[in-house]
């Protein structure tokens, strides 16, 4: 059973940064790719960031060039490095861990809590 653990959001103000951990636990095959979420009140879910096992990476068009998605595959975390936020990224960030079942086939996704960002001044 993979469980799936955010930590690292808190009140920040504008033009500050903010680093959120994603850690994985409960799977011998590791982790596939990694995605952080968003979901703020009245707003449609935007996936911010993904990594993949190659560490390729994508982007939010309104987050590129601010954050930066890392992962460690030893402790099959991902991390989020939020620069110069804005108070628009007020949201619950969310880690999903995307995991390969070998018994199967097939993807299975594994969600965290979310762990709250709030950007104000």
């Known amino acids: 059973q993979v469980q799936v653990v955010e930590s690292g959001g808190a009140l920040v103000q504008p033009g500050e940064s903010l680093g959120l951990s994603c850690e994985a636990s409960?799977?011998?095959?590791?982790?596939?790719?990694m995605r952080w979420y968003r979901q703020a009140p009245g707003k449609e879910r935007e996936l911010v960031a993904s990594i993949d096992r190659s560490s390729r990476t994508d982007y939010l068009g309104s987050v590129e060039g601010r954050f930066i998605i890392t992962r460690n595959d030893p402790k099959n975390a991902a991390y989020l490095q939020m620069n110069s936020l804005k108070p628009e990224d007020t949201a619950l960030y969310v880690c999903?861990?995307?995991?390969?079942?070998?018994?199967?086939?097939?993807?299975?996704?594994?969600w965290g809590r979310g762990t709250q960002v709030t950007v104000s001044s």
């Open positions: 999903d861990a995307e995991v390969f079942e070998a018994i199967g086939g097939g993807y299975r996704h594994y």
């Open positions: 409960g799977t011998d095959l590791g982790v596939n790719t």
